[in-house]
């Protein structure tokens, strides 16, 4: 298993571009997240899937849009980048059952946004 | 809203040391979690904790929760430059599934 995987590792945009944040499992875990890192802030979720073709918003959601056609795959896209959004953004995945309730974090994509 | 408190935020300890990271969480939660993360790395799982009283040990790190207290500790023993990291408590939230983090503890261990 590759667990979860998230490309590109590192990205610049300029103001006002779009782009898609990519993130995969094979593990088929029913639940994924995303968060963004910033300095002194710890990860705040931004949105979230309990299974395919359902998501709901987390802490931070303005600015993205998700969805979740498959269960591998949870793309976080964003719509007109702004610098507030340079940030290191982690894509998490976990079983909806599982005895010891473990979350599988990617590797993590450093966004900056010029 | 479920709010995420770590104190302290940074920890220069000596080696050999012992210290507490502690983490209070602000409504019911049913699972919490502790990581670490090296700088410019992903997040290393360290322990769940899904019980009030539940205690769990791995080399020089136990990590403890107090649901009734909203309450948990990692507890270092004789601290190693090893361990120096940026550790993260993290509760679940409404979600039954996505986290709430703490800001983190910049732990610093030095000879």
């Known amino acids: 298993n590759a667990g979860v995987t998230q490309t590109p590792k590192f990205q610049v945009l300029k103001t006002g571009q779009s782009m898609t944040l990519q993130c995969a499992q094979d593990?088929?875990?029913?639940?994924m997240s995303w968060y963004r890192q910033d300095p002194g802030m710890g990860l705040r979720l931004i949105h979230y899937?309990?299974?395919?073709?359902?998501?709901d918003q987390g802490e931070v959601p303005n600015g993205y849009n998700v969805s979740r056609s498959t269960t591998e795959d949870f793309p976080l896209r964003l719509l007109s980048a702004a610098p507030s959004q340079t940030s290191v953004y982690f894509c998490?995945?976990?079983?909806?059952?599982?005895?010891?309730?473990?979350?599988?974090f990617g590797p993590g994509t450093r966004l900056t946004v010029t | 809203e479920l709010k995420v408190e770590q104190n302290p935020l940074f920890l220069s300890m000596q080696e050999g040391k012992n210290y507490t990271i502690y983490c209070n969480y602000s409504?019911?939660?049913?699972?919490l979690y502790w990581y670490r993360q090296d700088p410019g790395k992903s997040l290393e799982s360290l322990f769940v904790?899904?019980?009030?009283?539940a205690v769990k040990q791995e080399g020089r790190l136990m990590a403890s929760l107090d649901t009734k207290a909203r309450l948990s500790t990692l507890h270092i023993t004789a601290a190693v430059h090893d361990l120096s990291a940026t550790y993260f408590c993290?509760?679940?939230?409404?979600?039954?599934?996505?986290?709430?983090f703490g800001k983190g503890t910049s732990l610093l261990v030095t000879p």
């Open positions: 998490a995945s976990s079983p909806r059952r599982h005895a010891r309730y473990e979350q599988y």
């Open positions: 593990m088929n875990h029913e639940y």
């Open positions: 899937s309990v299974g395919a073709g359902i998501t």
């Open positions: 409504t019911t939660s049913d699972r």
């Open positions: 904790l899904l019980s009030n009283g």
């Open positions: 993290a509760v679940v939230n409404y979600s039954g599934y996505a986290l709430n």
